[in-house]
Nanobody
Framework: QEKLVESGGGLVQAGGSLRLSCAAS????????MAWFRQAPGKEREFLAA????????TYADSVKGRFTISRDNAKNTMHLQMNSLKPDDTAVYYC???????????????WGQGTQVTVSS
């Protein structure tokens, strides 16, 4: 069974930081790209960041570039999203996703976690 599990969400004040994690297991391929998306109530799911298998290729949405950092540890089958300078508009459910090909396109990703809630208060 393929499985992606997010953790690290919670409540934080504006200007604060959180570190999200995603643990992957049971995937049907040995190499894969990983990405983070988020979805606020009443809004479409949006792309945040992606990282290639090697970790050398990364891309970010303009809304989070300079504030968020994506990374991965293939020895532990994990991915992280370090989020700094958080704003109330960052409040959303954050999702981990996996695909064989590195991209920033939501519809390309085949495997998804259940999400973790991030709430930023003012």
């Amino acid at each position: 069974q393929e499985k992606l599990v997010e953790s690290g969400g919670g409540l934080v004040q504006a200007g604060g930081s959180l570190r999200l994690s995603c643990a992957a297991s049971g995937l049907p391929f040995s190499r894969y790209a990983m990405a983070w998306f988020r979805q606020a109530p009443g809004k479409e799911r949006e792309f945040l960041a992606a990282v290639s298998w090697s970790g050398t290729s990364k891309t970010y949405a303009d809304s989070v570039k300079g504030r968020f950092t994506i990374s991965r540890d293939n020895a532990k089958n994990t991915m992280h999203l370090q989020m700094n300078s958080l704003k109330p508009d960052d409040t959303a459910v954050y999702y981990c996703a996996v695909d064989r090909i590195f991209s920033a396109t939501l519809r390309n990703y085949d495997y998804w976690g259940q999400g973790t809630q991030v709430t930023v208060s003012s």
